[in-house]
């Protein structure tokens, strides 16, 4: 659905661990991102990238880490430092353009710190 | 600054009735105005989106009115459904990403 993916669904983490949270997308779009999405809440960017070996901090980027070796992937570490990683964390794609494009979404990993 | 306002953030209706959700932005030079749709548990999915150089789209029950000078932006939703609640966010450009504003919950009941 819509050609971007993220693994697993549903993740588990004790507390101090390291997780990482797939996205993976087939559209052959230069510009990736991740959101952070609390119950009730908007979604707040984490990191982005607008080419592949590039990346930007969003507003809450401490605690996170993100790398893009590949077009088609951006994989996001969560890491011991992030003290509250309980949420639900959606991956998007978009062609790259300035002035604004569609971002397409991925289904989503919810994320729960036991 | 980089900022998109929402209101309401609530809205409850009528079935058949008409919902408006509005939002402002700050960025004058912002010029593609989407509007995403996100039930509970599912992604956020695109609606409807405008771009500056056109003041109104629609398409069926749902259109969008833009309005440069005052740097704001509405959803209209006419006849509503039950199927129409959701979680609705607009977003505006800025350096390559969306700023989203904060959604706004639609309950539209039967």
């Known amino acids: 659905d819509g050609g971007i993916t993220q693994s697993p669904k549903y993740l588990f983490r004790k507390e101090g661990q390291n997780v990482t949270l797939s996205c993976e997308q087939n559209l052959n779009h230069d510009a990736m991102y991740w959101y952070r999405q609390d119950p009730g809440q908007g979604l707040r960017l984490i990191y982005y990238s607008q080419i592949v070996n590039d990346f930007q901090k969003g507003d809450i980027a401490e605690g996170y880490s993100v790398s893009r070796e590949k077009k088609e992937s951006f994989p996001l570490t969560v890491t011991s430092a992030q003290k509250n990683p309980t949420a639900f964390y959606l991956c998007a794609s978009s062609i790259f353009n300035s002035r604004g494009n569609e971002q397409f979404f991925g289904p989503g990993t919810r994320l729960t710190v036991l | 600054g980089e900022n998109v306002e929402q209101h309401p953030s609530t809205l409850s209706v009528q079935e058949g009735d008409s919902a408006v959700i509005k939002c402002t932005y700050s960025?004058?030079?912002?010029?593609?105005f989407p509007w995403y749709k996100q039930e509970l548990g599912k992604r956020p999915q695109l609606i409807i989106d405008?771009?500056?150089?056109?003041g109104e789209k629609k398409d069926q029950r749902i259109a969008v009115t833009l309005n440069k000078t005052a740097k704001h932006f509405s959803l209209h939703i006419t006849e509503t459904q039950p199927e129409d609640s959701a979680v609705y966010f607009c977003a505006a450009p800025k350096g390559g990403k969306l700023i989203f504003g904060q959604g706004t919950e639609l309950s539209v009941k039967p």
């Open positions: 960025d004058s030079a912002s010029n593609y």
């Open positions: 405008i771009r500056s150089n056109v």
